[in-house]
């Protein structure tokens, strides 16, 4: 008997990448594992043909699609394809091609080891700057939160229903581009079991990211700092709560 498997993952101007994402994924996954695959794909206010690839692909795959005529962001974007989600294990890829499928088999065949089950990238594929950002964030984040991942950042990862419910308790949604940060810290601070595998990082199948140019960089940190301190102060008052 296959399991049923929900897997989320936004799309902003994504029209070169997408449908090779999404055939290689359902392909190699479903031959792979004893899995009933569904996407979830959050379209976040495109401008070029995104939606009508996404379209031209549901014809073949089976394919919710949530979209949006406005730019909502990433983390919006992840978080309304998590509300939409109803399988008992939720999955998660970005849509340009970085993560590969065949290492689904590495998180799948480790469900029942904990709850959350997250893709470590070894090597991580991003550019310099990217890269360079992360690890100083880290730095930040891993003295404010007892997050012991090697990979906080990951976008590759499985999750049971039960855990999910619990990780998207409070204000999701603090760090605007930085939902994995936030996510993994919710998920500790509401004591869900994690585990990692490390995973293939590939070079993203076309285009660009527009969220980390150069110029945006000095307004994105400190937007990063500001939310680590609302959600750290979330998080403690919740702990607070539950120990009165």
Known sequence: MTTKVEVVLPAHNEGDAIEGTLREFHQIVTEQNDVDLEFIVCEDGSTDNTVAVILHVAKDLPIQLITSSKRKGYSRAVIDGF?????????????????????????????????????????????????????????????????????????????????????????????????????????????????????????????????YRPAKIPRIAAEHLAGLWKLRAELLQRTRNREQ
């Open 83 to 211: 509300k939409r989600s109803s399988a008992d294990y939720v999955g998660f890829i970005d849509s340009d091609g970085q993560c590969d499928p065949s290492d689904f088999r590495l998180l799948w065949e480790e469900r029942s080891t904990a709850d959350l089950i997250v893709g470590y990238r070894n090597p991580r594929n991003d550019n310099i700057i990217r890269r360079l950002m992360s690890g100083a964030f880290g730095v930040v984040y891993k003295t404010l939160f007892p997050v012991r991942l090697k990979d906080p950042s990951s976008p590759y990862l499985l999750i049971s229903r039960r855990a999910l419910k619990t990780t998207m308790q409070g204000e999701t949604g603090i760090l605007a581009q930085g939902f994995w940060w936030e996510f993994y810290a919710r998920a500790t601070a509401a004591g869900v079991s994690i585990f990692e595998v490390p995973i293939n990082h590939r070079v993203r199948a076309a285009g660009e990211t527009v969220v």
